[in-house]
């Protein structure tokens, strides 16, 4: 499986920004998606994980009611919606899946993906 994520950019605080995650090559009819960021001087941090199939939707806190993730099937692509963005969402943002996660421990744990995207920057500027 191969993932390219695209999207990212400079934006003002406030701003929006869609990230987008296209999966190639193999796939399974329940993998998982997350998506990932970390922050120059910082560890790799949870961002949001959804359910190929189910739509099943994992958000962590500093998120929530901010960003919104949603997938197309048919398009193997999985967006992330980023709204009233802060200088605190600057990072990279990664992409990652594989085939089953159970729970939100599951997704918010990066060692249980498989395959990884290469990144994409978002800096928010104050």
């Known amino acids: 499986v191969q993932l390219q994520a695209s999207g990212g950019g400079l934006v003002q605080a406030g701003g929006s920004l869609r990230l987008s995650c296209a999966a190639s090559?193999?796939?399974?009819?329940?993998?998982?998606m997350g998506w990932f960021r970390q922050a120059p001087g910082k560890e790799r941090e949870f961002v949001v994980g959804?359910?190929?199939?189910?739509?099943?939707?994992y958000y962590s806190d500093s998120v929530k009611g901010r960003f919104t993730i949603s997938r197309d099937n048919a398009k193997n692509t999985v967006y992330l919606q980023m709204n009233s963005l802060k200088p605190e969402d600057t990072a990279v943002y990664y992409c990652?899946?594989?085939?089953?996660?159970?729970?939100?421990?599951?997704?918010?744990?990066?060692?249980?993906?498989?395959?990884w995207g290469q990144g994409t920057l978002v800096t928010v500027s104050s």
């Open positions: 090559g193999r796939t399974f009819s329940s993998y998982a």
């Open positions: 990652a899946t594989t085939n089953y996660l159970r729970d939100y421990r599951d997704y918010r744990d990066s060692k249980k993906y498989t395959y």
């Open positions: 959804i359910m190929w199939s189910g739509g099943s939707t």
